[in-house]
């Protein structure tokens, strides 16, 4: 059998080259996605190893463990002088990151993502290593690291103008370096600066470290408990297998968000291959039912019949499967060259393959064969000798009526299902429920949608001979025709529903954002705003009113880190509108207590001060101050916690207890609750200037909220990205800005899982033209007699044509309107007010669908009439 | 989409298109309704080279019905092909009329089969989506021309198939499938029909029917039959039989008989 297997393949090796196809790009991507999201994973988890190989403990500011790093936040500075008189420490480094840029002589940066860091004078300390010249020692001295040299062209000796959290600076270059074997761990290239000089431009005067590293010959356990003994409680001490771990967290969280969304996309294709396999195996199953027939009149079992179909399909999806896997590790090289060349440095560029990448890939494309090709196989074996004897292409076994009612149900309940979910009560369950039955019922129903569609075809075409032909043919067979519709049903109506509700969310976020929203600008800063900046915006024509506003990380007596800011109340009330919505303002600008939103609220104390209640679990860490925005990175999030506004309301007359930088625990009353803006979020928990130097001590400002000439806004809006322009990490929000940012994420979504989604519309569209070459090498003979009547060249290509061009628009039709119909019921279901469904973009689908169509025709119509009209005609 | 509208061909032009006739051809009618001089058609290449017409010379009388007989291998179906411009010869001319085809491009010569000539093959006949009706008017469809009614019902009535034209070619026994095939190439009014063994697959009484559907269409209607067969008594429903061997014409019979076939068949494969 397994000759007769290879000979089959063979012999149809042109058929099965175009099948092959879809499980190569299905599989392709599978690979792709998993050696993508490997290669990011272990590079990044190698780099920190090696980055703190030699680090037994580090110092981290306590906000930094809630919720990735948090800039603004760090270690004091002052604390390294008494680490590194202990004595289990051999060797302590404070480590400093900020962005930086270094500009070219127009003022505009090399590199958009550089970092900045300080230089670890600790050798072992250090992973990074000086190739050339030395390294950074005093002011003014940088290092560069010899990616960004080499790519730049820059020498040793040659001054550049920096753009750092401190403003704009002037440096001479001093060393390369590099990182192992690598350039450096940063994706858009680092600038070392010494130790005292990077606390004066990368930390803006801050006296603080992102971290600090310790290493001890000893025993790493006694260094972390005297450093523990030595050090503050508002900051923690990791052990080093602790630090290392916290310092891959955000990058294992980013794979592990990435990976399941990548492989989703590359299994829904390779879904939609299956469709196409299926398709093609029962063709040819059709097809070859004679020759099957032959090898069953000579001895053949139905068994073997089956076997060496199956093994066919198993041949197939192998083979496929590894050029797909091929084509994927070449498609992720490809990849990340591409991201490297727009700066866009994939944390760690490298290249992984592991055994699980090809298991995975090879396994799912020869599983996905072999599935498909297991139900034409059944009924190969069933054919019996007489039945394939009789010579026709027509399919006269019909549709099942237990398959057509089964299909109509199926539509009916998902269509009444969703309209329920629309008119009377919204239920998540049931809108799922009703998108799959729908789903289900447009695949087991197709034959009779088919059938449908060719009638309406027939009467709207019957003027035209060859329409009217082509619109029998595309019934002819109405499951094959449904087959081959619905793998382009299953990327329209997915790219349509993501569209449709994709935009509706995203107009209706953007809505409700716009109502939030109080000042006109906001100033925000991963790093402290400088005095001279305040000042300059202070000063700024047209700006009517500015409120700095300083802020800090705090811990309340449970050990809970939240944030809180410290203005002038009235100055704030002027610019951003403050309201309360319970208690007074007027109590806390007398400096009576603070205001609260309730979010990044503290726990919340009785007020007999007592020792917290079981409710103080429940309480969540305020927004930090790493999420505030920062266009540059990403947009902010809007966290409407998980539980937080439920379980613990903030309330007037509830007392914070928490602890000032000496340890002592001061009490603060909730004097106010703020009425919930968009800016409010980023206040936390609000006190006047005085109780927040008494709480937290003397802090830059981090943030300041602007209040416009309405009549100048655009041109305060230009003068203030101005003033910013030379520090980095400083950004000048416009008030709608979260809800553009908002948009824009929300759209650029839409866009990618529909390119995402573009890939099984392609392999439709593969499905489509493999569908109509079958058909056509089926009826070739027919075709030879038509054109020995006289139909012209033209007149047989057109009648391909409208055949192939009438299943991409039944597909279109059915996917797209699918898609529609689900799309509004989940608009209804966000929200009461009626959103206008997104016609255009449901209009450009549609041509996309159409466009699919005409390319799905053109070459099936070439091939109809390449085939001899004579030879047709002999064959038997 | 587009049913490209040829040149309707002058049917005035046409000879034994205007009218049915049987008379003897009128003086300005040419000789013959198709005709092949000195015809080659030769296969494969110079060392092994296959000559399935090898110099022949023949034409076909209009209003007649002509068989051409032969041996397996002897060159009928090519010689039939290259007649009705399904193929073209390696060198020689063909005309349909008057007209020289292998001076038309492939279009031409498709406009050309659709609008003069008929055709009978030996199975695979009709379009299984359309109905017998529908493959009957299929070439006029094609070419765009008006069904005329009249003529339409006097060839189905003769055929017998008045009550199955709704009937998808499926529903049809293979007789009853021959016979639309046969109502088809007449409701045309072809300057000739080619008949390619269109009895080849049928049973003795539907060979009959079939048969004498072309001969009526001759004697009634003054149409042009030229058929290929095998079968002596096939043979014997036409006005004149043509020999051939190895790609040339060796024999000639008019008003045959089946003992007169018989003898020469005999005599050629002896
Ligand atoms: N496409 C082709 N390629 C090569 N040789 C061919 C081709 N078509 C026909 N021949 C050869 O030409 C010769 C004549 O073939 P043709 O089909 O005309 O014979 P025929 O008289 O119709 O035979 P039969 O009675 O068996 O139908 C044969 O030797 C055949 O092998
Ligand atoms: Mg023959």
Partial sequence: MWNLTLRNLRANLARLVSTAVAVITGTAFVACGLVLTQAIASSVAGNVELQYSAVDAGVVSQGMTADGPGALEGVDAALLEPLEALPEVSGAAGELVASTKLLDSDGDALRSQMLGRSWITDSELNPFTVDEGRAPEAEGEIAVDRGTVDRFDISIGDDFDLATPAGPVEATVVGITSFGRSATVDGGGTVFLSPGYALEVLGAGSEQYTQILLRSDGPPGELVAAARDTLPTNVSVLDGEDFRTEATASTQEFVSFLRPVLLGFAFLALFVAGFVIYNTFTVVVTQRSRELALVRSIGGTPGQVRRSLLGEGLLLGLGASVIGLGIGMALSALLQWILQRFDVGLPGAGFALSGWTVLITVGSGTLITVVSVLIPAFKAGRTRPVEAMRESAVDHSGTSMLRLYAGGALLVIGVGALLFNRFVQAYPLLLAFGALTLFWGVVVGGPLLARLFGRAMRSLLSRNLTGRIAADNMVRNPKRTATTANALVIGLFLVTLVTVSGTALRDWAMDEVAKLSASDFLVVAVTPIPDDLVQAVENLDGVTAAAPVQTALVSDATGVTALLSGADIDLLVDTMGLEATSGSLDDVAAGAGAATTGFGQLSEQRPSGGPPGPSSSTTEVGPDPSEQPDPEVDGPTLDIGESGSTTSQADVGQVYLLENPAGEIVEVPVAAVLELQLDTIFLGTLVNQDLFTEIAGTQPVGQIYIRADQDRIDQVGTDLDNIVADYTGIEVVPGNFIGQILGSVIDFLIAAINGLLGLSVVIALVGIVNTMNLSIHERRRELGMVRALGMTVAQVRSMVRIEAFGIGVLGTLIGVGAGVFCGWVVIGSITEVSIPLAWGRVGIITAVGLLISVFASIWPARRSTRIDMLEAMAST | ?270
């Avoid at chain 2, 001969?215 to 209607?221: C, G, I, L």
């Fill in chain 2, 1 to 270: 989409m587009n049913d490209p509208q040829p040149p309707p061909f002058d049917p005035a032009t046409l000879p034994g298109a205007d009218a049915p006739q049987h008379s003897a051809p009128a003086p300005t009618q040419p000789q013959w309704a198709a005709q092949v001089i000195d015809g080659y058609k030769i296969y494969g290449s110079a060392d092994s080279e296959v000559r399935a017409l090898d110099g022949i010379t023949v034409g076909f009388e209009p209003s007649r019905f002509t068989a051409i007989m032969g041996p397996s291998g002897s060159g009928k179906s090519t010689l039939m092909q290259c007649a009705a411009g399904l193929d073209r010869l390696s060198q020689g001319q063909v005309f349909i009329g008057e007209v020289d085809i292998s001076t038309l491009n492939e279009k031409q010569l498709t406009l050309l089969r659709r609008e003069r000539i008929g055709f009978v093959f030996q199975q695979f006949n009709l379009l299984p989506t359309l109905t017998a009706g529908e493959n009957i008017t299929f070439p006029l469809d094609l070419a765009g021309r008006k069904v005329d009614q009249g003529w339409m019902d006097q060839v189905v009535t003769t055929v017998g198939l008045a009550d199955r034209l709704t009937h998808k070619p499926s529903e049809l026994s293979g007789g009853q499938q021959q016979r639309v095939a046969v109502a088809r190439a007449l409701v045309e009014r072809p300057q000739i029909i080619f008949a390619d063994e269109p009895t080849g697959n049928l049973d003795s009484q539907s060979s009959a029917d079939i048969l004498h559907f072309l001969r009526d269409a001759v004697d009634s209607f003054g149409q042009t039959v030229v058929m290929v067969t095998h079968d002596p008594v096939a043979a014997t429903y036409a006005d004149r039989v043509l020999f051939l061997s190895d790609g040339r014409l060796v024999d000639e019979l008019m008003a045959p008989t089946k003992d007169s076939v018989l003898a020469r068949m005999g005599a050629l494969a002896g």
